[in-house]
């Protein structure tokens, strides 16, 4: 497999899990968000939060900016258009050649 392959598998292993792709819901809508603030909005250890989220920072959709203690948490927009459109374009039929007359 290629690198765009390699990249899109980790993505969608990384958006494959509800609870991941609900935080990143959540991070979208909030445009930032602490740890501390994500942990009460799911019935889930702050642990397995703090593991959900290194997944998505992992996988190049959420930016993390370290503020004391506490990380804040932010979609990367671009980062998302660009997985949607390298999908589209690896799930596209290849264009035929016209055949030679």
Not at 62 to 69: C, I, L, S, T
């Amino acid at each position: 497999m290629d690198r765009a392959g390699d990249r899109l598998v980790k993505v969608a292993k990384a958006l494959g899990d509800p609870t991941r792709l609900e935080l990143l819901r959540r991070i979208s809508a909030a445009g930032e968000i602490c740890c501390k603030d994500l942990v009460t909005l799911f019935p889930v250890s702050q642990a397995t939060v703090s593991h959900h989220l290194k997944i998505l920072v992992d996988a190049g959709l959420v930016a993390v900016r370290r503020q004391g203690q506490f990380g804040w948490y932010s979609l990367r927009p671009l980062a998302v258009a660009q997985h949607a459109a390298l999908l589209g374009k690896t799930l596209s039929p290849r264009r035929r050649k016209p055949a030679p007359r």
